[in-house]
């Protein structure tokens, strides 16, 4: 039977009429989704992923006889922000091709009557999120909605399969997929991941089968440089975000049409947004500031500033860098170390966002030793070399909130649904018991919480159908679905009327009303605090603590850790490549005179005696999370030894034990600290797992619908939750150890809290290396950070300032 022949020449004169000229990946991926296939595609930030994926689909569409009716196209973005440039882009193709589709958005951020609008008649091409699709499928007639559904297209896929967000698109997938006869294809596109093969299987499940892998041969040209200080401090420390390098980036922002500025905190991003309207007052109404935290409208304002060039500078987090396609944007700006190679990657991606065209990135140091980690970046990325992420499996909650779902919308059946479940990636394991379990969960409340009707949600009709049928829970359930769980957060609007943005309920409830804040980039006194809403007024106060947020904090990726690793072997062998390394190398020989640089094989620790008492330092060289597991498993195997209490300190580079006892470093090395025996009960021993689990328990509980977080407006407070929470956590361990949810909660304490894998990685790693002890008579630049974050905790901003000043003049 011939080949059918492929015309793409309506997508190749569409590129003609841009004056642009299409790229072989472009060509093979619209070939490949022409001929049926689903796959990954693997491209370049800014080398044009969109069109190549998309032309794919208007090119069907072109070629169909018979133009089908409902939803086509299904385009999920991870980011509401990106959704909206996905969209644009698209509609023009469809336009300009005469294809006379509807693309529309579909997030939280979209108005109620236009959900209503497409309730009534469905676009042919959604762009949405993962939780705007399960909440299309708590809709009675879901069904409906996705039969007609030919294709998925996952953007971005990197940012979710590491998370529970990635679980959920898998189960929408399964779902959608089981609906017809004919399979839909499902595509997903990454710029940056190390795990191509697993990522593609996790995708596609079932039918990895059919899958095609496509790898962009572009080499996206980026230009990496080093915000160099002026001199390198030889006890450096960190904390002081950089802010001293401000007169530096202002040459850049005149140099350039548009910056975008990256830290890794939304606290980070206030702060350095405060900093610069104070000290650089001609760029007022030039420079904004971008994060999730803040009023849609003002986030909205903009991202349509920067589209149309009028912003010199914009302050962000990742609320920005990921896709945002803004043509003025060429230069970037990341704030300190980012702790992980894609992560820098796709944030420099946002300048010179076509294909073509240089990505130009400044790596502005917080301090001295961060300049090591710009010399690895610069080398991983170099050799294309980028993280893996990890896929979820089995998280019980999830599925449990999917079931309901299901129920609230239209309704399942046990068979077919436990078949469509199992054909994805993360429950392809799940055993008939654990699906039972489930079950029973959703319809009774399980063992220990069946006296409650109010977890009966589910009711199982006289046909074997599973449908919720109360209305309240029906509501209840379809306000609180996501699997984003952070902490209650507080409205903060003027008195007189106004929106500004959210706050962590924990920072309001520190302040007293009259006290003065800084958010959104203004001074703001607290006036009350009603119904979760913070009621404030413009104040003329200078000063004011800024809004600390618990999430965007991350420690370094193994892949940076082994950079790490060999770029200090280098220098203790006094190789010094490239400008950072150069840069600090004074202060490193201050740490090879004071003490000793690690080779890869060598394992250093430091004893120091202070007024404090004695301090032992070790640098596994592995990330602050790990350093926080292996401080705390010392600590107590050498307590199980003899009577002692220590302090405990860590950062990227290593962690501190600090005792007021008088002992030497030798009494305790023949204890075998890092020994892999028995090391989930030493664990669970020396760290309060119960109190970690009950933490890692709440969020769980919440996305599992054990806990309702109110109603809008009307917020639960989180003593309230935490509280709700603590005693059903209670209930089940005293009378049901066995539940699925707590073996959940215990399990992510294990593998996403102490990284279980990277740890034992970690510890053999470790055994095999030669243990150099050096003992100290004053700190070394690579003890000295890890003593300021242990002062951190006593004293305030002046006198810790004062204190490290101090040290540093004793020092020198």
Not at 331 to 351: D, L, T
Not at 684 to 708: C, H, P, Q, V, W
Request: hydrophobic share 40%.
């Amino acid at each position: 039977m011939p080949q059918k022949v492929i015309d793409l020449s309506p997508a190749e004169n569409w590129f003609q009429s841009k004056e642009w000229s299409a790229f072989p990946f472009q060509r093979k991926t619209w070939r490949a989704y022409l001929s049926g296939k689903s796959g990954l595609l693997n491209a370049p930030t800014g080398s044009g992923k969109t069109y190549a994926i998309w032309l794919g689909c208007v090119l069907e569409a072109l070629n169909d006889p018979k133009p089908a009716k409902g939803l086509q196209i299904i385009w999920v973005t991870p980011l509401r922000a990106l959704a909206k440039d996905i969209q644009a882009a698209m509609q023009e193709v469809s336009n300009d091709l005469q294809l006379g589709w509807n693309i529309a958005l579909r997030t939280g951020d979209t108005p109620q009557a236009e959900r209503q609008r497409q309730k009534k008649h469905m676009p042919e091409v959604m762009v949405t999120t993962p939780e705007s699709i399960h909440i299309l499928l708590a809709q009675k007639d879901a069904v409906k909605t996705f039969s007609s559904v030919k294709a998925v297209i996952v953007d971005e896929w990197h940012e979710l399969i590491g998370g529970k967000r990635g679980v959920q698109m898998e189960l929408a997938l399964a779902y959608m997929r089981h609906l017809k006869d004919q399979p839909i294809k499902t595509w997903a596109i990454s710029a940056t991941i190390g795990n191509l093969e697993e990522a593609a299987k996790v995708l596609l499940g079932e039918q990895y089968e059919t899958c095609e892998t496509i790898r962009a041969n572009v080499d996206k040209k980026i230009e990496i440089e080093s915000i160099l200080p002026e001199s390198v401090k030889t006890l450096p420390w960190s904390g002081h975000l950089g802010i001293h390098l401000l007169p530096r980036i202002v040459p850049i922002l005149e140099d350039h049409t548009s910056t975008l500025m990256f830290t890794n905190v939304r606290s980070q991003t206030e702060i350095w947004y405060q900093k610069m309207m104070m000290q650089l007052p001609q760029y007022a109404g030039l420079v904004a500031m971008h994060h999730g935290s803040l009023d849609l409208g003002v986030r909205q304002w903009v991202e349509d500033r920067l589209h149309t060039g009028k912003l010199k500078c914009v302050v962000c987090t990742s609320s920005l860098d990921l896709g945002v396609d803004f043509r003025s944007v060429d230069m970037v700006i990341q704030v300190g170390g980012p702790k992980g190679v894609a992560r820098f990657f796709q944030r420099a991606g946002r300048s010179g966002h076509r294909p073509g065209a240089t990505s130009k990135v400044y790596f502005l140091p917080t301090h001295s030793l961060e300049l090591i980690e710009a010399a690895v970046l610069k080398e991983t990325i170099d050799k294309k070399q980028f993280e893996s992420r990890i896929p979820l499996t089995k998280c019980y909650d999830v599925l449990i909130q999917y079931l309901v779902t299901l129920a609230v919308g239209p309704g399942f059946y046990e068979k077919e649904t436990f078949k469509q479940v199992k054909s994805s990636h993360a429950y392809q394991d799940l055993t008939l018991a654990e699906w039972q379990w489930c079950l029973e969960f959703i319809t009774t409340g399980g063992s220990t919480l069946s006296a409650y009707d109010e977890y009966a949600k589910v009711e199982i009709e006289a046909d074997g159908k599973y449908k919720v049928n109360n209305r309240r829970i029906a509501m209840r359930h379809r306000m609180s679905m996501g699997t984003i769980v952070s902490d209650p957060m507080v409205k903060v609007k003027y008195q007189t009327g106004g929106y500004i943005g959210t706050v962590e309920e924990i920072f309001i409830a520190g302040l007293k009303p009259g006290q003065t804040f800084w958010f959104a980039g203004r001074s703001l006194e607290l006036i009350r605090v009603k119904d979760m809403t913070a009621q404030v007024r413009k104040s003329k106060k200078k000063t004011g603590p800024i809004p600390r947020w618990g999430g965007g904090k991350a420690s370094f990726t193994s892949l940076l850790s082994h950079g790490l690793r060999v770029k200090l072997e280098d220098a203790s062998k006094g190789v010094y490549k490239g400008p950072e390394m150069k840069a600090i190398k004074p202060l490193l020989e201050k740490q090879r005179e004071l003490s000793a640089l690690p080779k890869s094989d060598q394992l250093l620790i430091e004893q120091l005696r202070s007024d404090e008492g004695t301090h032992f330092f070790i640098y596994p060289l592995e990330g602050k999370y790990i350093h926080e597991v292996l401080a705390a498993l010392c600590a107590y195997r050498i307590s199980v030894s003899q009577p002692i209490t220590f302090s405990i300190a860590s950062n990227d580079y290593g962690f501190e034990l600090l005792t007021d006892q008088e002992i030497e470093i030798e009494d305790f090395l023949e204890l075998d600290l890092f020994s892999e025996e028995n090391l989930l009960e030493d664990i669970y021993a020396s760290i309060n797992n119960t109190e970690m689990a009950k933490r890692k328990f709440r969020d769980i509980a919440t996305i599992a619908g054990l806990i309702f977080q109110g109603y809008p407006g009307k917020g639960i407070t989180n003593k309230h939750l935490q509280a709700s929470s603590s005693m059903i956590f209670k209930v089940f361990e005293d009378y049901d150890p066995d539940n699925l949810l707590m073996k959940q909660a215990n399990e992510e304490v294990l593998s996403l809290q102490f990284e279980k894998s990277r740890l034992n990685e970690s510890l053999a790693r470790i055994n095999q290396q030669e243990i150099v002890v050096k003992k100290l008579l004053k700190p070394t630049p690579l003890c000295f950070p890890i003593m300021v974050d242990r002062f951190r905790e006593r004293y305030t901003s002046e006198k810790l300032s004062d204190q490290i000043e101090k040290m540093q003049i004793e020092f020198d």
